[in-house]
Nanobody, 124 residues
Framework: QVLLVESGGGSVQAGGSLRLSCAGSGRTFSMYAMGWFRQAPGKEREFVAAIGWNNASTYYADSVKGRFSISRDNAENMIYLQMNSLKPEDTAVYYC?????????????????WGQGTQVTVSS
């Protein structure tokens, strides 16, 4: 059974930082694109960041560029999302996702495996 499990969410004041982790099991994700998405209450799920298989290719939504950083540890089957300078509008449930292909995509429908999500709440 393929599982993605997120951790590291929580509550923080504006300007603070959090680091999300996503542990994969059931298969090796090292050769596949992975990403982070988020969904705020009453809003559609949106792309946050994605990473290619070798850490060299990273992509970010304009809203988080310069504040968030995605990385991966293929040996541990993990990906991370370092979130700095958090804003109240970053409040959402954050989901880790994995594709079945090496090519990075930015739409949720292109990802096959999903975690259960972790809540991030940023207060002003």
């Amino acid at each position: 059974q393929v599982l993605l499990v997120e951790s590291g969410g929580g509550s923080v004041q504006a300007g603070g930082s959090l680091r999300l982790s996503c542990a994969g099991s059931g298969r090796t994700f090292s050769m596949y694109a992975m990403g982070w998405f988020r969904q705020a209450p009453g809003k559609e799920r949106e792309f946050v960041a994605a990473i290619g298989w070798n850490n060299a290719s990273t992509y970010y939504a304009d809203s988080v560029k310069g504040r968030f950083s995605i990385s991966r540890d293929n040996a541990e089957n993990m990906i991370y999302l370092q979130m700095n300078s958090l804003k109240p509008e970053d409040t959402a449930v954050y989901y880790c996702a994995a594709r079945d292909y090496i090519v990075v995509k930015f739409t949720g429908n292109d990802y096959k495996y999903w975690g259960q999500g972790t809540q991030v709440t940023v207060s002003s």
